[in-house]
C-alpha cells in the first residue's frame, strides 16, 4: 500500500478515490474515545438541538451521536462516495456534499458544530504552524468565520485534533469569532 504525502489529504480526488474501497476509518479514534468529554459540553443542549459535523468522510461518529439520542445531525464532506457509504449505513441524519469554506447555509442554522481533524487536513501543506498568513490558515480563518456564521449564538464547537494546543488556539481566538476556549487534553 503507497502512503498518501501530506498535501494529498486536502484534495478532494484523494477522499473520494480512498473511500470507494475504504467502509471505515476512524481519525483519531472512534466516539468512544471522546464520550466523556463530549458529554460534558453537550449537556447544556437538548438532544433535539441540531448537530453539524463537517468533514464526516465514512466515520461513525454522527451514527454514535444518534445512537446517544442526538436526533437532529447534519454531516457534510467534500466526497460523495464518503456521504453515500454514510447514508447506507444510517439513514436518519442529513448527509450534504459541500465546501465548509462556503457554507449555503442559513445564519444560526446549528446549536452544535463537531470537526474531527478536518480543519488539520487543511493546514497539512503549511509550511510553518506559526504562519498564521499563510494560503492553508487563512483557509482555516475563513471555515472558522463560516462556523462562527451558522452557530447558534450560545451554541458549541467542537474541535477534535492532533494539533497542539498553541498552534490551533490563535487561530480559534482570531479577532471577530468571540470564543470562549477551553481545552482538554486526551490520553491513549
Known amino acids: 500500500m503507497n502512503l498518501p504525502r501530506n498535501e494529498d489529504y486536502s484534495k478532494p480526488e484523494y477522499w473520494e478515490k480512498r473511500y470507494i474501497s475504504e467502509e471505515e476509518y476512524e481519525w483519531l479514534g472512534g466516539f468512544q474515545c471522546y464520550k466523556s468529554i463530549l458529554q ?30 442526538w436526533e437532529n445531525i447534519t454531516n457534510i464532506d467534500i466526497s460523495l462516495t464518503g456521504l453515500q457509504k454514510l447514508r447506507r449505513r444510517e439513514r436518519d441524519s442529513n448527509y450534504v ?48 468565520k463560516e462556523i462562527k456564521r451558522i452557530l447558534n449564538p450560545g451554541g458549541t464547537f467542537i474541535s477534535i485534533t492532533f494539533s497542539q494546543p498553541h498552534f490551533r488556539v490563535p487561530l480559534l481566538l482570531a479577532e471577530g469569532l468571540g470564543w470562549s476556549v477551553q481545552v482538554e487534553k486526551i490520553e491513549g
Open 40 to 69: 460534558k459540553y453537550l449537556s447544556k443542549h437538548q438532544q433535539s438541538d441540531s448537530i453539524l459535523q463537517l468533514g464526516c468522510g465514512n466515520s461513525s461518529f454522527s451514527t454514535d451521536l444518534r445512537n446517544e439520542g
Open 97 to 144: 456534499l459541500m465546501d465548509m469554506s462556503i457554507m449555503s447555509f442559513k445564519d444560526k442554522a446549528f446549536d452544535i458544530v463537531v470537526e474531527k481533524c478536518t480543519l488539520d487536513s487543511l493546514l497539512v501543506t503549511a509550511e510553518s504552524p506559526w504562519d498564521l498568513d499563510s494560503k492553508q490558515h487563512k483557509l482555516v480563518g475563513r471555515v472558522l
